[in-house]
């Protein structure tokens, strides 16, 4: 196990920040999809039992209608996959991206309690979840994700040019004193 980490420790896959940017790509490249899908009726049919039961969106179906909410959401989707993508290049860009992601997910996951049969009763209901609860279990991993790349790009902006592991290391000190 030793020799592992020690090889792992070495290479540089895992040097130059990879982590970083494997997030941002895989969360640039979901965004774009989840905002692709939106324009399309099967998506706006879809969303329904979930907008609707949304304590922090379902407001958007009085204002908007069914088409008109799912595309203000590919609207939404759309500035935030420019963002995340715009933030390889753009820190500040990054972090408005980020921030986007993360309001998506308290949203999608504040959905999970509220959404109609997604607890099987004859597995006695909670914690037994099935079809939408189940599929909406990933947004918990999709928020901590979006606030780690939150956090990391609100280091690379406030960091001074040059000296980010520096500015790491004393940001690390100053939290554990």
Known sequence: ????????????????????????????VMFFFFAYQKWFEYEAQILIPYISN???????????????????????????????????????????????????????????PFIP???????????????PVAFLMKDVVLLAVSVYLLKEDVIRVAAPAGGLETYRRNLTNVHSS
């Open 117 to 131: 049969g997604g607890w099987e009763p004859s597995a006695g209901g909670f914690p037994a979840m099935v079809g």
């Open 54 to 112: 949304g304590p922090l969106i379902s407001w958007m179906y009085p204002v908007f209608g069914i088409r008109g909410a799912s595309w203000f959401l590919g609207v939404a989707e759309s500035a935030i996959f420019m963002l995340l993508l715009a933030g390889f290049w753009n820190k500040k860009l990054g972090v408005l991206g980020a921030l986007g992601s993360v309001a998506t997910f308290v949203c999608t996951v504040t959905l999970i």
């Open 1 to 28: 196990m030793n020799n592992l980490v020690n090889l792992f420790s070495r290479s540089a896959l895992l040097k130059k920040d990879l982590d970083y940017h494997l997030v941002r790509a895989s969360m640039v």
